[in-house]
């Protein structure tokens, strides 16, 4: 249940195949519908027929793999607050030090790499307008470099799951 804190670089990842048949499972069945109970790493335990220590080590075995980047909900936007889209042209050799930086904000949800002139992109939330605009002027301000305030104008709600023991057996659908 941590923020990302790194550049992901999506048109460069690779799935990793060397998955175990308990991580498959845990990916296919807790993209959605994720338990909301005090312990639901031992509720999913239960369902699965392993230990709660298991799950907990899979999960992060799968973090470190660089198979998830983090556990936790994902809201409607505006739902709590304000949010928005930005993005960055960066130096690429000032890429990795200033996305850490980008991320250093608590406002800040998860940031990635794009290969574009538009390189680091970000998600930035805040509780409401005023906050949000400080955030983005400070990173401004610290980076001395533009940020680009990319808004929300109509909201799309897709399906961002995937069952990956089709795609992994050969017979994606």
């Not at 899979?58 to 409607?76: D, T």
């Not at 990173?139 to 001395?144: A, L, M, P, V």
Request: hydrophobic share 40%; with cysteine.
């Amino acid at each position: 249940m941590s923020r990302v804190n790194d550049v992901n670089q999506c048109e460069n990842s690779s799935i990793p195949t060397k998955w175990t048949p308990l991580q498959v499972q845990l990916l296919d069945q807790y993209q959605r519908g994720f338990p909301i109970c005090e312990r639901p790493y031992l509720k999913i335990a239960g369902e699965l027929g392993v230990t709660e220590e298991l799950v907990i080590t899979e999960f992060q075995n799968l973090k470190n793999k660089g198979a998830i980047s983090r556990i936790g909900p994902v809201f409607r936007p505006h739902a709590l607050g304000t949010s928005t889209l930005a993005a960055m042209m960066i130096d690429p050799d000032k890429l990795e030090s200033l996305a850490h930086l980008v991320s250093g904000f608590q406002e800040v949800n998860h940031n990635y790499e794009r290969s574009d002139k538009m390189n680091l992109w970000f998600v930035v939330t805040a509780p409401n307008e005023a906050k949000l605009l400080e955030v983005l002027s400070e990173i401004e301000s610290r980076t001395q470099i533009p940020v680009h305030d990319l808004r929300l104008l109509e909201e799309y709600r897709i399906d961002l799951g995937f069952d990956l023991s089709h795609w992994l057996s050969g017979r994606p659908e």
